[in-house]
């Protein structure tokens, strides 16, 4: 049974005419939840007070959701929470109201086992046949229309792959399915810009914060990949999390990497 909370209230049933569930009209964090604390609050309540701003939507009190927060994890020692926020009910047609009333879903799910033996061992990934298509307006914002990320997962069902690797339309690294990506070249941490397309990742932002001045921005093109040293992909509830294989080329999981994950045991 999950925890779920409907505009604070205890349910989990959603209006059948919730714009998110029509149009993907909304946006959402998902993060890891210790002993009640989110991990990297602040940075999630930024990305959705600025997702909400992109796409016109209402912000919510950042007290009111770490309360919900707080209230659907109760219990548990770790967890995944979710937090959508919709543009509400709608009739029929694109439009969206001059006045929406949002629905705010905050629900919790167990967390994932078995994510420090990945850690140990790597991700095994593969190159998506999908392309990214090219958005500037929704880049770097979680919004709710994740059917391209849907589909390229969809492409593999081999158990010995962990990951996919998203392109644009030009053919630049942009992310994997579930995650950001960064190459390790001569120390430097370079990871894909998200000024067209893609998502600007919490754990993502926490790196580029924390390691700053040894990190760069910038279009990774698939010639760059088997000039890596290392790679790695972050995601909020993963973590950082090594790449071993991209394809048929291959990494070790060198000191930088093993560097980053002591930084975030440490967090």
């Known amino acids: 049974m999950l925890d779920c909370l409907l505009n604070g209230e205890i349910s989990s049933h959603l209006p059948v005419t919730d714009r998110g569930l029509h149009y993907g ?59 959508l926020i919709t543009r509400g009910e709608t009739g029929r047609g694109y439009a969206p109201p001059a006045r929406p009333q949002s629905n705010r879903l905050v629900i919790s799910f167990p967390f994932p086992g078995g994510l420090d033996v990945v850690s140990r061992r790597g991700l095994n990934t593969r190159i998506c046949d999908l392309r990214l298509g090219i958005q500037p307006r929704l880049a770097g914002i979680k919004h709710l229309n994740r059917l391209e990320q849907v589909m390229a997962r969809a492409e593999w069902t081999d158990p010995t792959i962990d990951e996919g690797i998203l392109l644009d339309r030009e053919d630049h690294v942009i992310s994997a399915t579930a995650g950001n990506i960064f190459l390790v070249s001569n120390e430097r941490l ?39 040293d290392e790679v790695f992909m972050t995601n909020a509830v993963r973590g950082i999390v090594p790449i071993i294989r991209i394809g048929h080329w291959e990494y070790d999981i060198g000191p930088q990497t093993r560097k980053l994950l002591v930084w975030l045991d440490q967090q």
């Open 25 to 83: 009209d909304g946006v959402f964090e998902t993060m890891a939840v210790f002993n009640g604390t989110p991990r990297f609050w602040q940075y999630h309540i930024d990305r959705l007070n600025i997702g909400c701003e992109s796409i016109g939507l209402p912000q919510v009190a950042q007290s009111v959701l770490l309360r919900e927060v707080q209230t659907v994890s109760a219990g548990h020692s770790e967890c995944v929470v979710k937090v």
């Open 190 to 228: 370079l990871t894909p810009r998200m000024d067209r397309c893609g998502v600007r990742g919490v754990m993502r932002h926490a790196v580029l914060q924390a390691f700053m001045p040894v990190t760069e921005q910038r279009r990774i093109s698939l010639d760059m990949l088997p000039e890596a």
